[in-house]
């Protein structure tokens, strides 16, 4: 069975999505939530029985697809795609769990079920091919999600999320194939696999560079980094709760994913002379778009612009080329998904009681739904990163670890996340605290049992990797060390070297070249 | 290959009595002779009995394509051990590029030909004609691949070009005549520039045969017969441009698909062009590799310009079957590049594309054809985009299956033309055509616009009728057909690796 679980993780939704065509449409929620968790289980299991010791990585399965090609069926996990499957499950999970009753609501749990085949498809996929496979195959339930349930500019949202993504990834997958060549005028054999892209040095940084353009292109699209942002509010304004739950939660993780599985330590050169530009654009990102936020009147759209804003500290930390700054955007990836997750269902359940999402039409909501607004001021303070709260962690490690290497950014960054508890304070305030003005909130009913059932547990993750995160972090941490060392390694300038440290340097003494 | 050309010369001037026959090799002609035997059948069936029904034509055809398919899987056997087979006074040659383009023929021909068996009845379908016209026109593609003797090439080219022009006018609509008298224009103009090209070929070679006329040109020395190529090249890039609907010789293609019956279509839309592309890579290939440089660059231009102009075009149909014709169009450009490109690589690559490709466009045109309605009232149009509004509330396997077939055409992964257009643009790569290849990428995301439009109307408007419509012209047979396009198309991913392997193989033996 553990042999296989990346298998079983990736094809349980799709044949239970399948399956359940046949399930009584009464009934399909319930079936939906045996699937999800069921699958959470596995990839519980899969933490369970991971080799915590041994940094590289594991459960692989590989089989051939296309031989000629060098396309392989190759499944792998490390401590850095580990916990970002199990927050796909969990989230998938607690999404369709905290999903209120929605018309053809058949349609919409098996499209969720395929869509995390294809979530959990991209994190364990080694096999660019197989990575790409999934990552678009991604977009085809998003684009039904969105087009299908979404508000009435659904269909421009929809149009406009996919054909976005899709060209920057075309552009990647030209970037993919030009290394498989690569790999084949080295070794007359075509290859796809991550493992061996791994073994070759990209001597001619003009060619890095532009390869790492290419990646840059795809990934960039999807996190979404500023000025590539636009599709973003529109497709969460647009989508309905559980779309932007898991578009926020998880799709845009693929793209940060993305830089730390493919572009770090495939370019590490590139990635030294790209370190300040995407830095000042993570900045800009950062500071513009919590700006954006605080002018916004819809309570979606601050949290949608604040999702895209913490985005920004993620890359920031990314392309720190540390191990404090990688490990901790890793770390902020989760606490991200888990946050802004919760923030888009919290924002789900209002909009389900009064059908509009504009803070003007709230106000002193914290009498009325007292359970409601205790949880949404934790996952606030979660988003801002107050200490003892798992954003804390994430954010703090992403500035540490980009402190060491530019500390005048660092600082613009942290006052960006200062601006950033100004506006979720004021929108907390504009909608929670002072009298009730609105009739029509006198007598809204507070959170029932399945939105309790929902959101407590996610509650009670914030507090707890916040209080104590090293069960996670530690095997991220193992991962990213390996990762570092190798880019330390692999890169051919001496300037990257000097930038990129060498965290195993000790246990490897003498290899280094 | 000087040696062939003096016995072919010597056995035609000896007296026939004396040609033995095994010298002909009358192998290479088996598979033609099948088909053509097997239409002069129905032709007698219908003498002896009139008015039989359409399922015993349907049949017979079906039962001829696969003795003909044995009868070339033969010549594979044949040739994989003794190496390309010339015959028939050496006009024929049977190498790896013809059995595989034969093969590639005969299957799309069965696929196609089961779609006479609607549920309205057409009477086109009521003419045993059709059937044998059918055959007679198969024939007409298996000589044009399995020669490299250009007054084969235009016989089996004319044979199947004429059998097909009265098989669109035989459509009943006032459309379908248009249509053919727009083909036939387009095809005599073809015709001519094609008699043009071959015939200064030949007066700069005194050869007809493509190997002696390769041969000749290095004899002659390139740079001394550099005008004379350059006017057979523009001439037969004329001719074959008109054929492949290659930007700017394409104007025919929408108004031909549309006039034709969507089952016809789509035939067009495969089979010739299969053949097309054979003859040009036999053609073009020599050409460019005598070192007549003008043609790659003219190529290169054709094949950007028809991918891109092509998918700009199909942005603003509102038929479905226009912008099918139009993305026809940009997907010839596509695998044209295979021939610019003229690497093994690229080569293998057009066959698995068209392979890939016969099993979704005929998904997709199956698709329109089950919904073709014998009148429509309020529109000139048989299949607008609005037609298909809310396809997924009324009707949702269908609309399933044919957004299946659009993402592939888009080349969504795992679909079928996926693995096509990744092998394609590889080969670019490989060929260090980045530009190319980041063109190739960039025109399938602009492609994906027209194509996700159809599932935009399908699965997010309201429906417009009871959907009783997009079936309308459904059979057992028609959803048959349907389910292993579908099929085919999920688990390309499952075949890609041997029919590229396959494919691969024979392209590589015959030297390509």
Known sequence: ?513 | MNASTQTLLSTLLEPLSSVSFASLNMGTLTPMLIVIAGALGILAIDLIKANMDKTLYVMISILVLVIDFIAVMGMSDVISVMGAQRGFFDVMLIDGLAILSQLIIIVASMLFIPLALTGKRFHEFAYPEFFALFLFMIAGFQFMVATDNLILIFVGLETSSLALYTMIAMHNRKKSFEAAIKYFTMGALAAGFYAFGAMVLYAVSGSVELAVIGEKISQAGVENIYMYLLVASAFMLGAFGLKLSLVPFHTWTPDVYEGSSAALAGYMSIVPKIAGFVVAMRLFELLTQSGVIWLDYVLFTVVVVTLTAANIWALVQTDVKRMLAYSSISHAGFVMAAIYLGTTQANSALFLYWILFIFTNLGAFTMLWVSRQKKVAETSEDHPFSKFSGMIKTTPIAAVSMAIFMLSLAGVPPFALFWGKIYMIGSAIQANELALALIMAINSAIAAYYYLKLILYMFFKEPVNDGSVYMINSSTSLKSIIGFALFMTIIAIMYVDPVLQFVTDAVQASGY
């Open chain 1, 1 to 513: 069975m553990m042999d296989h679980i990346l298998s079983f993780l990736v094809f349980f939704p799709l044949v239970a999505g399948i399956l359940g065509f046949i399930v009584n449409k009464d009934s399909i929620r319930a079936y939906g939530l045996s699937v999800a968790a069921i699958e959470l289980f596995a990839s519980l299991a899969l933490w369970f029985n991971f080799d915590m010791s041994h940094s590289g990585i594991q459960f692989v399965e590989q089989a051939s697809i296309v031989s000629a090609f060098g396309i392989n069926y190759f499944l792998g996990v490390d401590g850095i795609s580990l916990f970002i499957i199990i927050m796909t499950t969990f989230m998938t999970f607690i999404a369709l769990l905290g999903l209120s009753e929605t018309p053809r609501i058949k349609n919409l749990i098996i499209t969720v079920l395929v869509l995390e085949m294809t979530m959990v498809g991209v994190f364990v996929a080694l096999d660019a091919i197989l990575f790409y496979l999934f990552w678009e195959l991604s977009l085809v339930p998003m684009l039904y999600i969105i087009g299908a349930w979404g508000g009435p500019k659904r269909i421009y949202a929809s149009i406009k999320f996919f054909l976005y993504t899709f060209t920057g990834s075309l552009i990647m997958l030209v970037g993919m194939i030009y290394i498989a060549h690569m790999y084949y005028t080295l070794t007359g054999q075509w290859s796809f696999s991550l493992m061996d892209w791994y073994t070759m040095t990209f001597y001619d940084l003009n060619v890095q560079f532009w390869l790492f353009m290419a990646f840059f292109v795809g990934f960039a699209i999807k996190v979404p980094m500023f000025p590539f942002h636009t599709w973003l509010p529109y497709a969460h304004g647009q989508a309905p709760t559980i779309g932007s739950v898991i578009l926020a939660a998880v799709l845009l993780k693929m793209g940060t994913y993305g830089f730390v599985r493919f572009s770090l330590p495939l370019f590490p050169d590139a990635s030294v002379m790209m370190m300040m530009p995407i830095a000042v654009i993570s900045v800009i990102m950062i500071i513009y778009t919590a700006m954006v936020a605080y002018a916004q009147e819809d309570i979606k759209q601050v949290v949608a612009y604040s999702s895209v804003s913490h985005m920004g500290v993620i890359v920031l930390g990314t392309f720190a080329l540390n191990v404090e700054g990688i490990s901790g955007s890793i770390f902020l990836m989760l606490s991200h998904g888990i946050v802004s997750g919760a923030l888009f269902m919290l924002v789900g359940v209002i909009y389900d009681r009064r059908h509009t999402k504009l803070m003007s039409e709230f106000g002193g909501l914290a009498s009325v739904m007292p359970a409601y607004a205790t949880i949404f001021g934790v996952m606030l303070m979660a988003s801002v990163g107050l200490p003892l709260t798992i954003g804390f962690v994430g954010e703090f490690l992403s500035l540490l670890g980009f402190y060491k290497v530019s500390a005048p950014m660092t600082v613009f960054a942290g006052t960006a996340i200062i601006v950033g508890a100004i506006y979720m304070l004021s929108a907390y305030k504009k909608a929670f605290f002072g009298p009730v003005t609105n009739p029509e909130n006198a007598h809204l009913s507070d959170l029932n049992g399945t939105e309790k059932w929902a959101l407590i547990p996610l509650v009670l993750v914030v507090a707890w990797l916040g209080v104590y995160p090293k069960p996670v972090l530690g095997p991220i941490d193992h991962s990213v060390k390996a990762l570092v060392q190798f880019m330390h390694d692999n890169a051919v300038t001496e300037k990257a070297k000097a930038i990129i440290p060498a965290p195993l340097a000790d246990a490897n003494k003498g290899e280094d070249n």
